[in-house]
């Protein structure tokens, strides 16, 4: 995905064009260093997705922990861990993987960062503005993906954050136009700030 200047020109992406930039570790198969690794990496693929169907998720810790026989002597270091991800990644396994978007133990992690911009989230709800910018990622990626605004890769959000979970979080700073929301959904928020906007209240954002 590539970050996006203003929310008129996110809604007039494809999901196709706002996923090409984060999906680019998809684009072509992992090959493993045999220094680093007994096995191809088809082999590797072919064991996570067993290790998945078994366990029903999985962390790369946990797979080299249980799989060691596919590393060599040095284990699990970066590279292979990095490894482990790419091939998770381009086999479609993140969602199955209990560190998804973890900040800095999931390499999706910063694609968010990449993607997700300031002019992305200037017009969301005062606390989606808070979280982004305490790096607190996953709400705002909840949010967006919520609000249709971002495809973000293998991010699939039940419900945005609502304004009882942002306040309890420590991410609630109203403003008056939250203050004239009524559902307790951060999604009302834009609706809310149209309607101000129609009946000629000035926009202080």
């Known amino acids: 995905m590539k970050p996006i200047a203003s929310s008129d020109e ?8 706002l996923s090409e930039t984060s999906m680019r570790k998809q684009d072509h ?6 220094k680093n690794w007994n096995a191809p990496a088809e082999e590797v693929a072919g064991e996570l997705q067993s290790f998945v169907q078994e366990f029903g998720s999985f ?8 799989k ?3 590393l060599r002597y040095s284990g699990l270091d970066q590279e292979s861990r990095d490894n482990i991800c790419h ?8 969602p199955k993987c209990d560190l998804l978007y973890t900040a800095k133990k999931c390499p999706l992690w910063s694609d968010l960062f990449k993607m997700i911009r300031w002019k992305t989230v200037e017009r969301a709800p005062p606390c989606i503005r808070l979280a982004f910018a305490k790096k607190s990622i996953k709400n705002v990626t909840k949010f967006l993906v919520k609000a249709n605004l971002i495809d973000a890769p293998f991010y699939k959000a039940i419900g945005a ?3 009882k979970a942002m306040r309890n979080w420590g991410y609630c700073n109203p403003d008056r136009y939250c203050r004239a929301m009524k559902t307790g ?6 609706s809310v700030r149209e309607r101000a906007k129609l009946l ?4 202080d954002l």
């Open 10 to 17: 996110l809604k007039n992406c494809s999901a196709k064009q």
């Open 29 to 34: 198969p992992p090959v493993l260093e045999q």
């Open 59 to 66: 962390t790369p810790e946990l797979f080299a922990q249980i």
């Open 68 to 70: 060691f026989h596919l």
């Open 87 to 94: 091939i998770s990644i381009y086999n479609g396994l993140c």
């Open 161 to 163: 954050p609502s304004c």
């Open 185 to 190: 959904s951060t999604l009302e928020y834009n």
């Open 200 to 203: 000629g209240a000035h926009d």
